[in-house]
């Protein structure tokens, strides 16, 4: 089955800082990578996701970049605030069929913006 | 627009007791997705269920665990007599209908077994 590395597993940054985290996949027919954002005693929420079709998206100060032949992808937070401060998650779907749509999890950034 | 519910927030059982957990699934969305997180680690799905469905359960222990999703009502994880292992955030998701993949997740429900 799929297998999601993440790196680093703390990541502590000034504010105003860019911040970069970095996920491996195994299974080069997953399709689908979304990030999640997770505040403490809430659930994952959904900041940004790539298909495979599309090498980077952005929106607003984050992005995600996917690299199909190294099977990584990469989420970019620019112009850090103490607000972005969570744990991170990146996550991968393999192919519809044979997956049906669960996803695999990294096992997660923490995240620290300091003042 | 309502996101997806869970209930109990909060739920604390004895060893041997049984435990139901709840998910509303977003209005429109008929995919709910179970997943567990153990104390600082990352979510592991468990199963996935459309309406009275049950589409994969590959992550589901063997024993114990259950899920439902009912023509009418939320989708329920029953665990039957519950281990101190068992102690987890227990998170559901939900995904509308169609080519779309995103997953849509609950608060959650903290399960502690005493």
């Known amino acids: 089955g799929e297998n999601v590395e993440q790196h680093p597993s703390t990541l502590s940054v000034q504010e105003g800082d860019s911040a970069v985290i970095k996920c491996t996949y195994s299974?080069?027919?997953?399709?689908?990578f979304p990030w999640y954002k997770q505040e403490l005693g809430k659930g994952p929420q959904l900041i940004i996701d790539?298909?495979?079709?599309?090498g980077e998206k952005k929106d607003q100060r984050i992005a995600v970049t996917l690299n199909k032949t190294a099977k990584h992808f990469s989420l970019h937070i620019t112009e850090t605030q103490p607000e972005d401060s969570a744990v991170y998650f990146c996550a991968a779907k393999g192919p519809g069929g044979t997956s049906y749509g669960k996803l695999t999890f990294g096992q997660g950034t923490i995240l620290t913006v300091h003042p | 627009n309502a996101g997806v519910m869970q209930n109990p927030r909060h739920l604390v059982r004895r060893r041997g007791q049984e435990a139901r957990l709840r998910c509303s699934p977003m209005?429109?969305?008929?995919?709910v997705y179970w997943y567990r997180q153990l104390p600082e680690e990352g979510l592991k799905f468990m199963v996935y269920l459309q309406k009275e469905n049950i589409i994969d359960e590959s992550g589901m222990p063997k024993e114990r665990f259950s899920a439902e999703f009912p023509k009418e009502g939320p989708s329920i994880l029953r665990i039957q007599q519950v281990v101190r292992g068992d102690s987890a955030a227990y998170f559901c998701?939900?995904?509308?209908?169609?080519?779309?993949?995103?997953?849509?997740f609950g608060p959650g429900t903290r399960l502690t077994v005493t």
């Open positions: 209005k429109g969305h008929s995919h």
């Open positions: 299974d080069s027919a997953s399709n689908y």
């Open positions: 998701a939900s995904r509308i209908t169609g080519s779309s993949y995103e997953q849509y």
């Open positions: 790539i298909r495979s079709n599309v």
